[in-house]
Structure formats: C-alpha cells, structure tokens
T-cell receptor, first 110, second 113 residues
Framework: KQEVTQIPAALSVPEGENLVLNCSFTDSAIYNLQWFRQDPGKGLTSLLL?????REQTSGRLNASLDKSSGRSTLYIAASQPGDSATYLCAVGSGYALNFGKGTSLLVTP | EADIYQTPRYLVIGTGKKITLECSQT?????MYWYQQDPGMELHLIHYSYGVNSTEKGDLSSESTVSRIRTEHFPLTLESARPSHTSQYLCASSEEGQVSGYTFGSGTRLTVV
C-alpha cells in the first residue's frame, strides 16, 4: 500500500520568507502527484498537478517538483504571505485513487 | 460554472438516525470518490465509482453505502448513525484516465450525538 509522509508537520514563518514543504512516498509506480491546500473546516483546493513524466510545475509563487525514482516531491512557496496560512496536502495517484499524507500546517505571521 | 457540490455543509444528528450526504458534480466526470477525514488526520478513501452502476469500497472500512444511478450524483448513506461516524466527509471527482487531477467539494462535517 502506498504510504505518503509529509515533513514538517507544522511550520511557522514570518511574512516574506521562502519556504519548502516536503513529501515522500514509498511506491514509485505513480501516475501523478497533486498538491492541495485546505483551510480549517473546508474542502480541498487543488494547487498543482504533476504527471509522472514531468519534473516540475509552476503556478504564480508556487513551484512543485517531482523525483519519482527517489519517491520525493517538494512544494516551494516564494515570498510567503499571511493568506498562505493553511494546511498543505500532498496526494499521490497510484492504484485506483489518490493516497494522502497528513499534511503540513503552515502559519505565516505578519 | 463547473463545480462539485456537497450538502449539507454541517449536520448534527442523533444516534440511530438514517442520513444521506449529497454530492453532485457538473463537470461530466466519470470517476467519483468519497473520503473520510478525522481532525488532524489524513484523508482515507471509503468509496469510489468509475461510472453509472459502478461502486467499490475503498481502503478504509466504512458502514456507509453509496449509489451511482446518474453520472453527476454520488450520494452516501448511513442507515443508522453512531457517534463513531462523527467526521468530515469529502466528495471528489476526476476525468476518465489516470492523468487528470481531482476536484473536491467543500465537505460535510457530520456530528452524531
């Protein structure tokens, strides 16, 4: 069974810092990887989708990379803002559905 | 606007009641999913469907049942709610094939008292 681990579990940074969130997975036979944002008590908002054949995807201040052979992905957030405070979830597409990590809870302080 | 809708957003109900959580999508996606999420924990797949009249159980055992009579509609039913069913339930959909991403609804937060 695919296991997805996210490090760190929680992170607090001052506004303006660049930061990296890490995701690792145990089975490299994936078809895609998706990063989501979840605000408290809400659903999930898709941030970036990386196909297994791709190495990275970018959207605005966000950049996600994928190293399938080593089972790792990183989400890079540039020039963080208080509005970025949320939980960030990594989900790996393998088998019949997405497998999720527990998430990284991010707090960006003004 | 293409989207996925879940109702109700919040539900507090007594033990033993039958409940149905609604999920509808307007994107014409063939695949639909139900995930369960306890506070501070990861999402666990409880049901999925590849199309009309197709339903399968997910990785996490659940006493709930689902149906898929129409492409756009994927309701989840609990015949007799218990406090252990208290959780957040998230519905998602995706296109056919393995390359498309998932779109999630806003979730239903269920509390059984």
């Amino acid at each position: 069974k695919q296991e997805v681990t996210q490090i760190p579990a929680a992170l607090s940074v001052p506004e303006g810092e660049n930061l990296v969130l890490n995701c690792s997975f145990t089975d490299s036979a994936i078809y895609n990887l998706q990063w989501f944002r979840q605000d408290p008590g809400k659903g999930l908002t898709s941030l970036l989708l990386i196909q297994s054949s791709q190495r990275e995807q970018t959207s605005g201040r966000l950049n996600a990379s994928l190293d399938k052979s080593s089972g790792r992905s990183t989400l890079y957030i540039a020039a963080s803002q208080p509005g970025d405070s949320a939980t960030y979830l990594c989900a790996v597409g393998s088998g019949y559905a997405l497998n999720f990590g527990k998430g990284t809870s991010l707090l960006v302080t003004p | 606007e293409a989207d996925i809708y879940q109702t109700p957003r919040y539900l507090v109900i007594g033990t033993g009641k039958k409940i149905t959580l609604e999920c509808s999508q307007t994107m014409g996606h063939d695949k639909m999913y139900w995930y369960q999420q306890d506070p501070g924990m990861e999402l666990h797949l409880i049901h999925y469907s590849y199309g009309v009249n197709s339903t399968e159980k997910g990785d996490l055992s659940s006493e709930s049942t689902v149906s898929r009579i129409r492409t756009e509609h994927f309701p989840l039913t609990l015949e007799s709610a218990r406090p252990s069913h208290t959780s957040q339930y998230l519905c998602a959909s995706s296109e056919e094939g393995q390359v498309s991403g998932y779109t999630f609804g806003s979730g239903t937060r269920l509390t059984v008292v």
